[in-house]
């Protein structure tokens, strides 16, 4: 009797090289990682701040693969705790990056915060992009032209919501990248997920076993947001830890709000809502309980979200 095949191992991709998005606080950085990666992997909010740690994800372009880090906004005047943190991850980030993309909010224009930026992009001798996002009109391309005061080359128009400009954008980086990257890490590694409740110390955790700060630690509870992985060589083992947001109510909301969300809900039959969104388009499909009350058409909205 012949042994069953074993399925097959998936291949490991080849890197070609690390591409680091840096910029200030909600100009488009995670709504541009989640274009380029077609993916909802970062997340995307209107409010500043939302990324705090830097995270790696992989991105493909005709065949070539590369990894992208999304980094916090930097806000070097900003006087909440975490910004000296977000800023220290994302210089980490331009560090061991072979080149960077530079988000800058073309409808703004050069803001304080974008020259403080450039300046450490220049001293880093990193090959820079700088990317004019929010142009949503091919018309307005020319508005890209202001940046050119950076000192930091020709910038580049680009919707990351609307996706304009990104198919030459991956056609730029591809060209510039070196062709050769960090190896990956397959499904041998042995996966370490790093679980609790908010504020018992798994990012500390996490930064003493692998000897360095790779994510941010505070005092302030639901202080990592996103899930973070990060491999460890230990001896002849690989592993990958997965630092994770704390599971308790400060995490999701207070105790007293989420009681009087579940005392609203209906006794009855509820309605069901499903929605999916990829990264070049969104669909959103909603059924209403029979024994709903039909509810007036709401307005439409004068301006739509510009995206993180």
Do not use: C
């Amino acid at each position: 009797m012949s042994e069953p095949e074993l399925p097959d191992t998936p291949e490991v991709p080849e890197i070609i090289g690390t591409v680091a998005i840096v910029g200030f606080p909600n100009v488009g950085k995670s709504t541009l990682i989640n274009r380029l990666t077609e993916s909802r992997q970062a997340v995307v909010h209107e409010t500043p701040g939302v990324t705090r740690d830097r995270k790696e994800l992989l991105a493909d372009w005709n065949g070539k693969h590369f990894l992208l880090i999304d980094t916090g906004g930097v806000d070097d005047l900003a006087t909440d705790p975490f910004s000296p943190e977000i800023a220290k991850q994302a210089r980490a980030a331009i560090a061991e990056a072979d080149m960077v993309l530079f988000v800058v909010d073309a409808r703004h224009g050069i803001t304080p915060g974008d020259e403080e930026l450039a300046v450490t992009l220049r001293a880093s001798k990193k090959p820079v992009i700088v990317l004019a996002n929010k142009i949503d009109d091919p018309r307005r391309d020319l508005e890209a032209i202001e940046f050119h005061k950076l000192g930091l080359g020709d910038p580049f128009p680009l919707s990351a919501l609307h996706g304009h400009g990104t198919g030459d954008l991956l056609d730029r980086i591809v060209e510039m990248l070196p062709g050769a990257g960090k190896e990956q890490v397959g499904d041998e590694a042995i996966r370490v997920a790093i679980l609790g409740r908010p504020n018992v110390g798994k990012s500390s955790l996490l930064n003493a076993l692998v000897g360095q700060e790779r994510v941010i630690v505070s005092d302030v509870p639901g202080t990592t947001r996103d899930t973070v992985d990060t491999v460890l060589e230990k001896g002849d083992r690989t592993y990958r830890l997965v630092d994770t947001a704390g599971s308790g109510n400060s995490a999701r909301g207070s105790s007293t709000t989420r009681s009087s969300a579940r005392s609203r809900r209906p006794s009855g039959r509820t309605s069901r809502s499903s929605s999916s969104t990829r990264a070049r388009g969104s669909s959103t499909r909603t059924s209403r309980s029979p024994t709903s009350p039909a509810r007036p058409a709401a307005r439409p909205s004068s301006s739509s979200p510009s995206g993180t």
